[in-house]
């Protein structure tokens, strides 16, 4: 799945602009599938050119004109298409986890300001996902609800994973020698470059 698709699905729910489908994929995607105006609006463009959606345009006083978007038939023959042959991988790409692969190499106190910012952004997802959940009512669509319990529990798990297996981490790197001689190599750096 690809934003454009993204943007046929949500679509086919409501017509839309494109600052109400960056809004839809803040509030619903955010934790798995996040987009910006920058790929939002070309992906809006490019359906709209291929007539799998049409555009409105709202006049606005001192503003440019409001582009309301609303999927055409074509688009939703697209949409279910895709649905039915696609097939969907579970990428993930994590700085967080690229980072504490070389947790040997950094100072204890830089690791664990990593790990205490990583459970708070996880928490943070937890307590969004749990805003989105209360605000459906009884006729929420399945999906999202089993999208939304996904996301809180591979966020509760990984916030549970890190806080259990934090201090063996940390003891780890602080034994690590590697962290001395990379402070030295730093510190000669820093030398240097103020002699300069």
Same mark, same amino acid.
């Given at each position: 799945m690809d934003v454009k698709t993204l943007c046929l =699905?949500?679509?086919?729910?409501?017509? &839309?602009? =494109?600052?109400?489908? /960056?809004?839809? !994929?803040? &509030?619903?995607? /955010?934790? !798995?599938?996040p987009a910006g105006y920058g790929s939002i609006y070309p992906a809006l463009a490019d359906l709209e050119k291929r007539e799998l959606v049409n555009c409105r345009e709202i006049p606005q006083d001192g503003k440019p004109d409001r582009k309301i978007y609303r999927i055409t038939d074509e688009g939703r023959k697209y949409f279910t298409s895709a649905?039915?042959?696609?097939?969907?991988?579970?990428? @993930?790409? *994590?700085? !967080?986890?690229? @980072?504490?692969? !070389? %947790?040997?190499? @950094?100072?204890?106190?830089?690791? *664990? %300001?990593?790990?205490?910012e990583r459970v708070e952004q996880l928490r943070g997802a937890i307590v969004h996902i749990?805003?989105?959940?209360?605000?459906?009512? &009884?006729? %929420?669509? %399945?999906?999202?609800r089993f999208v939304a319990g996904f996301g809180a529990a591979i966020a509760q798990a990984a916030t549970e994973y890190i806080e259990s297996n934090r201090n063996s981490l940390l003891n780890s790197t602080?034994? *690590?020698?590697?962290?001395s001689r990379a402070r030295k190599l730093a510190e000669k750096t820093a030398s240097v470059e103020t002699r300069a």
């Open positions: =699905g949500l679509l086919s729910i409501n017509e &839309a602009c =494109g600052y109400d489908l /960056k809004k839809e !994929f803040g &509030a619903i995607f /955010k934790h !798995f599938y649905l039915h042959q696609s097939n969907p991988q579970h990428k @993930m790409r *994590s700085e !967080f986890l690229a @980072m504490l692969y !070389f %947790a040997d190499r @950094m100072e204890p106190e830089r690791l *664990s %300001a990593l790990l205490d749990d805003q989105i959940e209360k605000g459906w009512d &009884a006729d %929420a669509p %399945a999906g999202a602080k034994k *690590s020698p590697k962290i």
